[in-house]
């Protein structure tokens, strides 16, 4: 069974600091890897979907990266902002299309 | 662009009722999924649908039915709440196989108490 890590479970920097959330996967036989973002009492938002032949993908200050044969995948934020706070989820879609596992998420704080 | 709609938002039921979560999506994806997140089990797979009249089991499927009689809706039936249904509930849709972009949309989640 897949299993799906992030590291770490929780994280508190000042504003304008780089960051670097990460995803680790037991089975690298993947489909896609997909980063969410849950705000507090909210539903997920798609922030990022690499597909497994690719390497990463950018949306303005986020960058996913995704290393299949190592089993990771890094979510890196610039220049960090208080409207970052929430809780970042990465989810792996296994290759029979019908299961997809998620992490416990990274629950993030940017201070003012 | 609405995306996936969940209706209610908001339940309290008591133990013993029944009720019906309805998910609705508007980007003609074959396949849909129904989630619970609980705090620290993260979020479990209850059913899914892989196209219109088809359903199958996941991870945590008992004490819940669902229907796929249209292919933009997506109905989680509770026949019996339970305590241990307090939960929130996400709908999710994805295109089918082939289509450019595979990514999940989450609905805003149906929050349950069961008392």
């Known amino acids: 069974k897949q299993e799906v890590t992030q590291i770490p479970a929780a994280l508190s920097v000042p504003e304008g600091e780089n960051l670097v959330l990460n995803c680790s996967f037991t089975?690298?036989?993947?489909?896609?890897l997909q980063w969410f973002r849950q705000d507090p009492g909210k539903g997920l938002t798609s922030l990022l979907l690499?597909?497994?032949?690719?390497r990463e993908q950018t949306s303005g200050r986020l960058n996913a990266s995704l290393d299949k044969s190592s089993g990771r995948s890094t979510l890196y934020i610039a220049a960090s902002q208080p409207g970052d706070s929430a809780t970042y989820l990465c989810?792996?879609?296994?290759?029979?299309?019908?299961?997809?596992?998620f992490g416990s998420g990274t629950k993030l704080n940017v201070k003012p | 662009n609405a995306g996936v709609t969940q209706t209610p938002k908001f339940r309290v039921l008591k133990t013993g009722q029944s009720m019906t979560l309805l998910c609705a999506q508007d980007?003609?994806?074959?396949?849909m999924y129904w989630y619970r997140q609980d705090p620290g089990m993260g979020l479990r797979l209850i059913h899914y649908?892989?196209?219109?009249?088809?359903?199958a089991k996941g991870e945590v499927p008992d004490g819940y039915n669902v229907s796929r009689l249209k292919k933009q809706n997506f109905l989680l039936g509770l026949e019996s709440a339970a305590p241990s249904q307090t939960s929130v509930y996400f709908c999710?849709?994805?295109?089918?196989?082939?289509?450019?972009?595979?990514?999940?949309?989450f609905g805003s989640g149906t929050r349950l108490t069961v008392v």
């Open positions: 999710a849709s994805r295109p089918g196989q082939g289509h450019a972009n595979y990514g999940y949309t």
């Open positions: 089975d690298s036989a993947i489909y896609n």
């Open positions: 690499i597909q497994s032949s690719q």
């Open positions: 989810a792996v879609d296994a290759y029979n299309f019908n299961k997809f596992y």
């Open positions: 980007m003609n994806h074959e396949y």
């Open positions: 649908s892989v196209g219109e009249g088809t359903t």
